[in-house]
């Protein structure tokens, strides 16, 4: 084939694009392959969307007769404190299930890199076993730890920092903390499973020159294996960011939203909202303003992470 490209100055032709176009049959073919998938998608996907969407301009309780009221339930949701204090609190726990456990992977990723391939693989397994946990588990177990006569104000206890102990999932001081906490226990071992691999995938004579040029570990991480894990740290930003704003079932499980709607969040209040207060309006349109939010968040990640052309 390679023969037929030959030009008759001796080298070799670019092979022109097909114009051909899909015969009727083939061309019905290939859309009823793709029918079904399409249809399941717009379905369950893109119709509930505009349904939502239509339902966030209503006044209803899903029982009687609905009435349009356009654009009131989003500025409740900015107004009224509950409604604005669960994104705020959403916000906060992207500190705790991004910002951190992103730091934390990177730290580890470093360290594990840096020892050698020796027990690699079971530091592996025992950073990501909180992936492998459901979540309700999860909650349970810390709600425990975290108990007044639990093993946490135990420790603080037995070491000397009693003062420190305290109730901390009934505090409404330490109650969102506590909770980001478990998230970003949850979220470092995904985030070093990420780097690790990504790391691996670096040449190792790009580590060789730079310390030939003098640089220490530290500077070795810096200026190789970060730029090098740029898709990585994207796609850990994006998951655990997608994971802080719609967080549900842990909180459900831990605190349940208090104490005093200490650690309610948009997605809990969404439930109760639609099927505890019959407030379906003010609760489609709490979930457009968190799909929108969780779009601004994913968007500025990723323009933020692009690689430079």
């Known amino acids: 084939m390679a023969l037929l490209n030959l030009r008759a100055d001796g080298r070799t032709a670019k092979p022109r694009p097909s114009t051909r ?44 007769a609905a009435e349009w009221v356009g654009f009131e339930n989003y500025a409740k949701v900015f107004t009224e404190p509950e409604l604005f204090n669960s994104i705020l609190h959403s916000l906060v726990l992207v500190f705790f299930f991004a910002v951190l456990p992103i730091g934390l992977g990177l730290l580890l990723a470093g360290l594990l890199m840096g020892s050698g391939t020796r027990g690699l693989s079971a530091f592996r397994v025992i950073y990501f076993l909180p992936q492998v946990i459901p979540l309700v588990a999860v909650g349970i177990a810390w709600r425990w730890l975290y108990a007044e006569n639990g093993p946490l104000n135990e420790f603080l206890e037995t070491i000397g920092l009693g003062a420190l102990a305290a109730p901390w999932l009934a505090g409404t001081d330490t109650a969102l903390i506590a909770l980001g906490l478990v998230g970003t226990w949850g979220m470092s071992g995904l985030c070093m499973m990420l780097f690790v691999s990504g790391a691996q995938k670096i040449d190792s004579s790009l580590y060789e020159a730079a310390a030939m040029d003098g640089a220490g570990p530290i500077r070795r991480f810096v200026s190789v294996t970060l730029p090098g894990l740029r898709g990585e740290i994207s796609i850990a ?32 209040l969404v439930y109760r909202l639609a099927f505890t207060y019959e407030r379906i309006g003010h609760a489609a349109a709490l979930a457009i303003v968190l799909t929108v939010l969780i779009l601004i968040f994913v968007s500025v990640i990723r323009r933020l992470t692009k690689e430079k052309a």
């Open 237 to 268: 930003a994006v998951i655990t960011t997608i994971a802080a704003l719609s967080s549900f079932d842990l909180v459900y499980v831990t605190t349940s939203g208090g104490p005093e709607s200490a650690t309610t969040v948009p997605g809990l």
């Open 21 to 64: 176009s899909l015969s009727p049959r083939r061309h019905f073919g290939a859309i009823a392959f793709v029918a079904p998938a399409l249809l399941i998608y717009l379905a369950f996907s893109i119709w509930p969307a505009f349904n939502t969407l239509y339902y966030s301009m209503l006044d209803w309780d899903g029982l009687n």
